[in-house]
């Protein structure tokens, strides 16, 4: 907020994105090949290092903001987040974004035995299908964060887009019989699930008396509420296929 002038923060959440699925890309480019050449413990040794070097460089470039954070006592501190517990919006983006992160991480977790039972695909081939839908996410954050920025559409006409076309997308893509249909549905995955990404972020950051301390403490109660409920998912999705859902 402090860092970001208000005209440029649709197009910073969605560079966001764009880092997210950029990561998961390289990951599972790289993690599979490495995995191979010197096992899981080195593998992810080496992106625990890496993730080291990243930090050092965020050290080194310093605070993002032009102005230092105001020392307030912790019952100040506690009082103000309190108030960001209250905002109704805090929880509507938080359950908002639980949606997709949900899906995001069981399609990641049951997408090759899916297509392996279903298909008879191999492992290899369906993790593909998993990046070539984290490809189609980035342009698509981008794309999404112009036009919140341009104000071409309202915010919650983008979240509802990305909330009916990523489940849509997910069935056709995991019914489809053919590699043409599946190069659109999972693309289309792609966008649904990551279309709806700076919308919500800009819907928070654009609340009333917002600073950059109370954006950070709703967006931190986002991430939590999000990351702890969706880390259920595939374990109740797995539970569900094993009970005898379809």
Known sequence: VDAV??????IANAANGVAVNTGAVVGLKAGLPLNQLVGYQMTLTIFA????????????VGPLSKTAPPKVPLST?????????QEPATWIVAVAFTGPLALYLILSSFLPTHMDQA????????????????????????????LVQKKIGAARLHM???????????????TAVDDASRAVWFALVGVGLFWPFAPLLTTLQKLPNMSASLVGRGMGTMASVSDVVSAFAPDVFGRVVAAGAP
């Open 160 to 174: 509802a887009v990305g909330a009916l076309l990523a489940p849509l997308a997910t069935y056709m893509a995991l």
């Open 5 to 10: 002038a208000a005209e440029g923060r649709a």
């Open 49 to 60: 290092l890496a993730i080291v070097v990243f930090a050092v460089v965020l050290l080194a």
């Open 119 to 146: 298909f008879h695909m191999q492992r290899a081939e369906a993790l593909g299908w998993l990046i070539y839908l984290m490809i189609w996410a980035i342009p698509a954050s981008l794309v999404v964060g112009v």
């Open 77 to 85: 501190l506690l009082s103000s987040y309190a108030s960001v517990l």
